[in-house]
């Protein structure tokens, strides 16, 4: 099932919506995986949004706001979809690099519902 | 060899010199290979798109996204090629490759999945020693290995 995921800037009269199939955040809200999929403008701006520093919200059951972690630095993986559709994953740098100060290692599952979904995360610490 | 039939038009209205053209012998054609005239290019189709998306085809779609896959690819950046040893491993080298890091990432299936990590910190400290009436300070510094497993329950047990 997919969660919609959303940035606005009310001060800039930006609202944009796009679709997501997983993200991983820990209990301060710092997101470490975003994986997102809608029109190309739309998953650009909030790509951006997130790694230039703004914080979007996630609209699940409850509203998630989200942001990008304090001195974590960010990678964008993008692909095209037919229909001229965009998937862009935004995944924290210490994903792919194991800190040897004790980072976040990887990740699996991070909610029961997410189950099944091609990459399973979860935050692990050294 | 290409001919061209028409029909005379025999109206009175018609221009007089392309009535006398259509009254000559028209000259035949010469046959070629390639074609004599070009057709004219034309505009790019326009291309329409629905600004709703299908929510069940885009689910499909990322769920097949490469990104997936270039992701897992990812998770194995920094995995170390090893080579085939000449002679098989013994229990011994196992904690060497654990403490060397050459196994982190995910071991085992099923419920005896669980995440390893090894790593050799280097770690220093200071002695002070009498030599008489001098006091020599030493900087000792030495490597500890460390190794942790991650089980599937969320226990992290530290092996050394």
Redesign the interface.
């Given at each position: 099932?997919?969660e919609r995921v959303r940035y606005t800037d009310y001060y800039r009269g930006i609202d944009v919506e796009a679709?997501t199939?997983g993200y991983a955040y820990d209990e301060y809200s710092s997101l470490y995986l975003l994986?997102v999929?809608?029109?190309d403008g739309k998953v650009k701006a909030i790509t951006s949004a997130l790694v230039s520093g703004r914080r979007i919200e996630i609209l699940s059951e409850d509203v998630i706001n989200v942001g990008t972690g304090f001195g974590q630095k960010y990678r964008i993986?993008?692909?095209k979809?037919?229909?001229?559709?965009l998937?862009?994953?935004v995944?924290a740098e210490g994903?792919?690099?194991?800190s040897?100060r004790g980072g976040p290692?990887?990740a699996r599952q991070n909610r029961p519902e997410m189950h099944g979904?091609?990459?399973e995360i979860e935050m692990?610490?050294? | 060899m290409l001919y061209s039939i028409g029909f005379t038009l025999k109206s009175p209205n018609l221009c007089p010199t392309i009535r006398g053209n259509l009254k000559e012998t028209l000259e035949e054609i010469p046959y070629s290979e390639q074609p004599v005239y070009g057709l004219p290019v034309s505009k790019p189709g326009t291309?329409f798109?629905s600004?709703v998306?299908d929510?069940a085809?885009?689910?499909k779609?990322?769920?097949r996204?490469?990104?997936?896959?270039?992701?897992?690819g990812?998770?194995r950046?920094?995995e170390k090629n090893v080579e085939r040893p000449p002679l098989p491993l013994h229990t011994g080298h196992l904690g060497l490759l654990l403490a060397s890091g050459c196994l982190?990432?995910?071991v085992g299936e099923g419920e005896d999945k669980h995440?390893v990590?090894g790593?050799v910190?280097k770690v220093s400290h200071k002695q002070d020693e009498y030599k008489g009436d001098m006091l020599i300070e030493k900087e000792i510094e030495s490597h500890r290995v460390s190794v942790?497993i991650?089980k599937k329950d969320g226990e992290?047990i530290t092996l050394m």
């Open positions: 099932m997919l679709l199939d994986s999929g809608g029109h993986l993008s692909t979809l037919p229909d001229a559709l998937h862009q994953i995944t994903f792919f690099k194991p040897d290692l990887l979904y091609p990459l692990a610490y050294t | 291309l798109r600004s998306i929510e085809e885009l689910e779609e990322l769920k996204s490469v990104l997936w896959e270039r992701l897992r990812y998770r950046y920094g982190d990432g995910v995440i990590r790593k910190e942790k991650l992290i």
